[in-house]
């Protein structure tokens, strides 16, 4: 079965601060990933999403994140966070072929002080 | 506009009672399915269709059916409503024919749903 780990359950930063969350998975084959950002009071927007190709994805907002197959993992990057950033950031699996299953990893508060 | 349409929004129940979650789609996309979202646990999945006629359970989906008769709705019944039923419900839906890689998930806005 499929699984998400999400390593931080609330990060801290300044405005301006660099980002970067953490993001492993667990399946045996062909995955997609996808990182989804939910600000307060709303539902899910994705932010960006890893298919084929080229591993390192650009998503909205200046995101963009890292698909290392070795390490199993798929990191959200931005260089330099906003006030605005302030939300909960979600990773999530589908194991490739006919698994249309999309797995969540339990979420990141982020919160940008300005 | 096309996307997931969730309804109702906002819902109190008692305990012991029943009502079902409406979850619409209009992008002829054959999987659907519904999460529950809680604090510190992510979203979960209970049920999922991949298409009319056909359901399967997902991670949590004690308490909760669903039946899928036409591609475009998906309702989640709660039978007898509980507390721990108290969640914030998602229906999402993605195509599964021919898939272009640039084609995700979509999700609805929500039902905020408290069992009293």
């Known amino acids: 079965a499929q699984s998400v780990s999400q390593h931080n359950h609330h990060v801290i930063l300044s405005e301006a601060a660099s980002l970067e969350l953490g993001c492993n998975y667990s399946y045996g084959g062909t995955v997609n990933l996808f990182w989804y950002v939910q600000y307060p009071g709303q539902h899910l927007q994705l932010l960006l999403k890893y298919f084929s190709g080229d591993p390192l994805v650009k998503g909205i907002k200046g995101f963009e994140a890292e698909f290392i197959k070795s390490k199993f993992s798929f990191n959200l990057r931005k260089p330099s966070v906003q006030w605005s950033d302030t939300a909960e950031y979600f990773c999530a699996v589908r194991g490739g072929g006919s698994n249309y299953k999309l797995t969540f990893g339990k979420g990141t508060l982020l919160t940008v002080n300005p | 506009n096309a996307g997931v349409t969730q309804t109702p929004k906002f819902q109190v129940l008692k305990t012991g009672q029943s009502m079902t979650l409406q979850c619409a789609q209009d992008?002829?996309?054959?999987?659907m399915s519904w999460y529950r979202q809680d604090p510190g646990m992510g979203l979960r999945l209970i049920h999922y269709?991949?298409?009319?006629?056909?359901?399967d359970q997902g991670e949590v989906p004690n308490g909760y059916n669903v039946s899928r008769s036409t591609t475009e709705d998906f309702p989640l019944r709660l039978l007898s409503a509980a507390p721990s039923q108290t969640s914030v419900y998602f229906c999402?839906?993605?195509?599964?024919?021919?898939?272009?890689?640039?084609?995700?998930?979509?999700f609805g806005s929500g039902t905020r749903l408290t069992v009293v």
């Open positions: 992008m002829n996309h054959e999987y």
């Open positions: 269709s991949v298409g009319a006629g056909i359901t």
């Open positions: 999402a839906s993605t195509r599964t024919r021919d898939p272009p890689p640039s084609y995700g998930y979509t």
